[in-house]
Nanobody, 125 residues
Framework: QVQLVESGGGLVQAGDSLRLSCAASALTFRLYAMGWFRQAPGKEREFVAAISRIGATSYADSVKGRFTISRDNAKNTVYLQMNSLKPEDTAVYYC???????????????????WGQGTTVTVSS
């Protein structure tokens, strides 16, 4: 079955960087748009970034200019490079996969069929 496994989370200080990875298996990775979402304690899950099958990207306003999403189809992996981290970036980060070819850069969680278990990012001030 399809599996998405996130890694790279941790505890960092404000201003630091982290790179999250999401390794996918049991799917034709190049045919999937991929997204990153996050959920902070007591808050709803929110969109962070998405990357299309051909590498186009979309970001939430809160992370634009600080985060970069990328993909390596040869490794079946999507990345989220996070720079200039802020305490408000603290959350569990999830990657997700979308197979609907009608959607290039889906931003709604409901548009994603597969989800990872999440990796925790904690940014101290």
């Amino acid at each position: 079955q399809v599996q998405l496994v996130e890694s790279g989370g941790g505890l960092v200080q404000a201003g630091d960087s982290l790179r999250l990875s999401c390794a996918a298996s049991a799917l034709t990775f190049r045919l999937y748009a991929m997204g990153w979402f996050r959920q902070a304690p007591g808050k709803e899950r929110e969109f962070v970034a998405a990357i299309s099958r051909i590498g186009a990207t979309s970001y939430a306003d809160s992370v634009k200019g600080r985060f970069t999403i990328s993909r390596d189809n040869a490794k079946n992996t999507v990345y989220l490079q996070m720079n200039s981290l802020k305490p408000e970036d603290t959350a569990v980060y999830y990657c997700a996969a979308n197979s609907d070819l009608r959607l290039t850069l889906p931003r709604a969680g409901s548009e994603y069929a597969y989800w990872g278990q999440g990796t925790t990012v904690t940014v101290s001030s």
